[in-house]
T-cell receptor, first 113, second 116 residues
Framework: GNSVTQMEGPVTLSEEAFLTINCTYT??????LFWYVQYPGEGLQLLLK???ADDKGSNKGFEATYRKETTSFHLEKGSVQVSDSAVYFC????????????WGAGTKLIIKP | DTGVSQDPRHKITKRGQNVTFRCDPI?????LYWYRQTLGQGPEFLTY????????KSRLLSDRFSAERPKGSFSTLEIQRTEQGDSAMYLC??????????????FGPGTRLTVL
């Protein structure tokens, strides 16, 4: 079946540090991959996406590359800010899931000034 | 178009009362999803519609929960005889799905339910 595994949090970093949040998946076929972000007290926002192998999604300084060979979609940012503190969810959809989102457990990111 | 909207944003009710939430999706989106999220957890799928048809409902969903999307536009989620365990954030999302696949889901701000 389909599943998404994320690194456990919380992840605590200092401002301007390099960020990596690992995400790996199990899926049939060719899933689309997503990162959603949830800021404190707010709803879920799509951060970035990639729909085929080797695609790189990017937004707000965040990047993630769809790696089919390693079934991964790791989220990276070169220099984090306090305002990046949030919970980050990795997710996928594919035809087998009838395009429903299959979610990772979420990774809480805390950035200290 | 301002995206997915939900109403109310907050609801406090007493145990045993019925509550109804509304979701207005992005206008051209044919799919509408309901999720529930408790503190510190990811979203839990409840049900979804394609146009006015309810295509799937979570097996974990109590019979006290019912959802409708009568004209394929807005949707309502009703919880009957609320219990304290129903306290959560209820999220609505919409997407455009065609024979070529599905685009990403866009989420509303959620309705936070507190059952006393």
């Amino acid at each position: 079946g389909n599943s998404v595994t994320q690194m456990e949090g919380p992840v605590t970093l200092s401002e301007e540090a390099f960020l990596t949040i690992n995400c790996t998946y199990t899926a049939t076929g060719y899933p689309s991959l997503f990162w959603y972000v949830q800021y404190p007290g707010e709803g879920l926002q799509l951060l970035l996406k990639a729909t085929k192998a080797d695609d790189k999604g990017s937004n707000k300084g965040f990047e993630a590359t769809y790696r089919k060979e390693t079934t991964s979609f790791h989220l990276e940012k070169g220099s984090v800010q306090v305002s990046d503190s949030a919970v980050y969810f990795c997710a996928l959809t594919n035809m087998d899931s009838n395009y429903q989102l299959i979610w990772g457990a979420g990774t809480k990111l805390i950035i200290k000034p | 178009d301002t995206g997915v909207s939900q109403d109310p944003r907050h609801k406090i009710t007493k145990r045993g009362q019925n509550v109804t939430f509304r979701c207005d999706p992005i206008s051209e989106h044919n799919r509408l999803y309901w999720y529930r999220q408790t503190l510190g957890q990811g979203p839990e799928f409840l049900t979804y519609f394609q146009n006015e048809a309810q295509l799937e409902k979570s097996r974990l969903l109590s019979d006290r929960f019912s959802a409708e999307r009568p004209k394929g536009s807005f949707s309502t989620l009703e919880i009957q005889r609320t219990e304290q365990g129903d306290s959560a954030m209820y999220l609505c999302a919409s997407s455009l799905t065609s024979g070529r696949g599905s685009r990403e889901q866009f989420f509303g701000p959620g309705t936070r339910l507190t059952v006393l």
